[in-house]
């Protein structure tokens, strides 16, 4: 195991990240592209929702008194003196021995204090136009009436700042009237890829050649959770270019690279870090996914603030999973989340897994649940470039640094990946 010395833990390695990174600024967004961002201050209503008292039924607004004792055998009769739609107002007074028909959502009109659904009447049975209705149950106060501001009152704070926007939260502020909600920005993250061996997808291969799925895969994962990716395309493994592209990524919020930060003598990523910027740290104590450097650069126009830099392994599956260690609680944070923990269960082990050199390892998995229990099978073989074993996989296996063999049967904690836990 004395791979491992020299080299920072997992979570030392994500606090130096957090610790560089903060929340970012508010913004007024337009109401339906705010889903997944964080409300940047409280929501107070305008007004009452409901606006009036209103049927939850189809039915009969009646005074309750009316339908004392009522019965299929011995039925209250009332005379039907109107009817009222939802989004219409009523234009008769419910009297004694009368009745309004209404429907779902229409305002109750003066008189009544009750709603006879139409299932307890005899309606089926009455000829067109109803001038009569016979209830066969007795109402009581208030029954499938909601009352005006049941569920939002005028002056009430209905939606509290740190809120994350989902579909029911856009639907209270629409409700409100709302176009546009306060938030968190989303935080624009510069992608670049290094490589002389790299071409852009949709271009022919030359010969060693092959094409940049990093720029892909690491654009898809900021979009997912929540950033606004900006594609710098490749660099190619020399200070000049890797110093160029880098300028253009320094207006972003964050920028990643991957490949270019291990000891080979075209590794030039944290070369540049280090004439250009702060190196925090280089390598960490897990696989896949050693090699990671992170530190920061001045920003580019002027303003005093650095740019955070993550440096990500060349190997697919070492980026991918280094961004969901590292890159996606930052990105959170600068969104305003304040519980950056991936969701996890404790599954049984399927599979053997060997840690040889002390390192966490991170085992691509597909997590299913069987009488109870989860349980995690390795995706196949688990080499760090085998992209497959990520596009196969619904969970990450966490093996831990002090266990060299992790067999069958042993009990692991297991990060999800997909599905609506992944957030």
Sequence with gaps: MTEARGMISVEEAREKVLSHVSVLEAEDAPLLTTLGQVLACDVQSHLDIPP???????????????????????????????????????????????????????PVPPGADAVVQFEHTDEPERAR?????????????????????????????VLRAGAVVGPAQVGVMASLGMTAAPVVRRPVVAVLAT???????GRPLGPGQIYNSNGSSLAAQVLRYGGIPRLLGIARDTLEDLSRKVEEGLSADMLITSAGVSVGAYDVVKDVLAQRGEIAFWTVRMKPGKPLAFGTFP??????????HLGLPGNAVSSMICF??????????????????KPSVRAVLEDEVVNRDGRRVFARAVVT??????????TGPQGSGILTSMAHANG?????????HAKPGDEVLVELLDGPLAR
């Excluded at 009036?52 to 004392?68: E, H, K, P, Q």
């Excluded at 009522?70 to 009745?99: D, H, W």
């Excluded at 990105?331 to 950056?340: D, P, S």
């Design 52 to 106: 009036l008292d209103n049927s939850a039924m189809d039915g009969y607004a009646v005074r309750a008194a009316d339908t004392l004792g009522a019965s299929v055998q011995s039925p209250r009769f009332l005379r039907v003196i109107g009817e009222v739609a939802a989004g219409a107002m009523p234009s008769e007074e419910v009297r004694p021995g009368t009745a309004v028909r209404i429907m779902t959502g229409a």
């Design 129 to 157: 136009p109803i001038v009569e209705i016979g209830v066969m149950r007795p109402a009581a106060p208030g029954q499938n009436i909601r009352r005006a501001g049941e569920d939002i009152a005028r002056g009430a704070i």
């Design 195 to 201: 490589g002389d061996e790299l071409v852009e997808v």
């Design 299 to 308: 920003a580019s126009g002027g303003k005093p603030l650095r740019v955070p």
């Design 324 to 341: 969901e260690q590292f890159a996606r609680p930052a990105i959170l944070k600068m969104m305003g989340y304040v519980n950056l923990e």
């Design 369 to 378: 649940k069987r009488e109870g229990r989860y349980y995690a099978a390795l």
């Design 396 to 404: 990450l296996a966490i093996i831990p640094e002090h266990i060299s």
